[in-house]
């Protein structure tokens, strides 16, 4: 394993001038990122009460049925010991989703490493499950590679009701199902029998979407001590109770201060991520395992169909006694976060840096601080025979984003095309036409008009020639299929659907190749949060 890094155009414009220091986003923010900021918020969290024990207990509580490595319980007492945290998250995809979801738990571990060193301070890695989500379509599928195409695969069970994915149980036959297409798209590899076995076991003892993504992710990083929590859990939202009663006791001023910095946002050109409006209330009710997003009109709140109305008073009741019926959504989901948990730094990718630069005074409203921001790795891995492949053709990963390789593939097949046979039938169609025109002429002098027909046949004949050509290079194409399948797959490989790998496949595809030690290796490397895409030669 080698580890590289390249410059490649950064095309979000927010996370471009967050890493060049831009003094348009700092109004945004309440800390640059540099080591005095780590200092800075660090000094600012201990002189602020947290509920480090409990929390502790809680994920403690639900981490056990996933079980407890000797690194996760080493965090475990640092936490209730009143250590503090780097955070990141991220939805329970298939598989673990795509793999900048293990890129994000990577940079998460990797900062609390950093920053334990720095500080001379114990800081733990905790990466908050995004189990509250309803957006199954969002989290219900993977990508493979088959026969130098990008594959969907998906579950296709679906619920009609806006179910979280800890509530919504899954269909583990068809689940399981799921996972034989996917594997046997990745092909059979000295590792694949008991990755595959081990896959089914997680599943098996799986209920929901969350359960599995969480037995999935405590293997892959139970070396690390990666603490995980799932936003849905219920003892975390006993927890959250007060919180809950504080939201809704300031709930209008949240909304409008998170309006007003959305405008100036996007006064400044990074748009409007949250669309927030002045009467949303920013949280959900939940309602048989369902998510009803509520809107304040006057003291009442209320879901857009109005299956939903409470009063104030009785929303009160609902976080004193029954916080498990409420849930957050994309602004109050952070302010959660801060009470909650002891949080240093949170790491997000660049979608998650625009909505939390709309927060920054709700997050004073309720008398918080927002932590620093820390943009996740961006990593590409590079298997050896693609290295090989790229080495052979001279191509470097911009080359392949900048579309080199299918450049290349085009001059390719331009230049083994037989011309010689194209000419052959060119000719031997402006012959048929010539003969077609002479015998047409003839017609017409003994008075028989057969135009029509002569037509008919003409095109009869252009498309047994086009038949032809197509065969031709059918054939041409079956002859040189192992160099243009070169070009496509480095393609597929490094910018699948003229997208980043890390945003395409999930980590299972290399861990079949490479070995179970993948993300154990990945942790190893001398990665460091920067304005940096870094290219892993496995």
Known sequence: MRLEHVEIPVNNKLLADFWSGSEKLRSFFEYEYNDGAFKTRFHYLKSKH????????????????????????EHLKDLANGSVAVVGGQQAGILTGPLYSVHKAISVILLAKEQSEKLGEKVVPIFWIAGEDHD??????????????????????????KT?????????EELKSLLNTIFFDYGETEYTQSLYKSCLSHLEQSQTFTDFFARLMNELFQTQGLLMVDAAYPPFRKLESDFF???????????????????????????????????????????EGERFLLERNEGIYQDSTKFITLTEEELLEIAKNHPEKLSNNVVT????????????AFVGGPGELAYWATLKEAFKVLDLQMPILAPRLNITLVERKIDQLLSTYQLSMLDIIE????????????????????????????????????LDAHLKTQNLELQSVIERNMKYHEMQFDYLSKKIEQQILVKHDKTIRQFDLMQLE?????????????????????????????????????????????
């Open 403 to 438: 579309g080199k390789a299918q450049g290349l593939k085009t001059q390719y097949l331009d230049s083994v095309q037989d011309e010689e046979a194209k000419k052959c039938i060119e000719a031997l169609n402006e012959m048929v036409k010539e003969q077609y025109g002479k």
């Open 50 to 73: 947290y509920y480090n024990k409990e929390l502790s207990s809680i994920i403690r509580q639900f981490m056990e049925p996933f079980g407890i490595s000797g690194k996760v319980e």
């Open 164 to 172: 979280m994915a800890s509530t919504t149980n899954i269909q583990k």
């Open 333 to 344: 989901r952070p302010l959660m976060q801060e009470m909650t948990i002891p949080v240093l």
């Open 245 to 287: 009663v504080k939201m809704i006791e300031l709930n209008k001023q949240i909304a409008e201060v998170v309006v007003v910095k959305e405008q100036a946002l996007n006064d400044a050109g990074y748009g409007t991520p949250i669309l927030a409006k002045t009467d949303g209330a920013n949280l959900f009710y939940v309602h």
């Open 494 to 538: 490094i910018y699948p659907n003229d997208s980043l790998q890390e945003r395409v496949y999930n980590p299972f595809q290399y861990l079949n190749h490479y070995g179970p030690t993948l993300i154990q290796d990945l942790c190893d490397l001398p990665f460091e949060i920067a304005n940096k895409h870094y290219v892993i030669l496995l």
């Open 136 to 161: 199954l379509d969002e989290i219900n599928h993977t990508y493979t590679m088959v026969n130098g195409m990008v594959k969907k695969r998906a579950y296709s069970e679906r619920s009609k009701l």
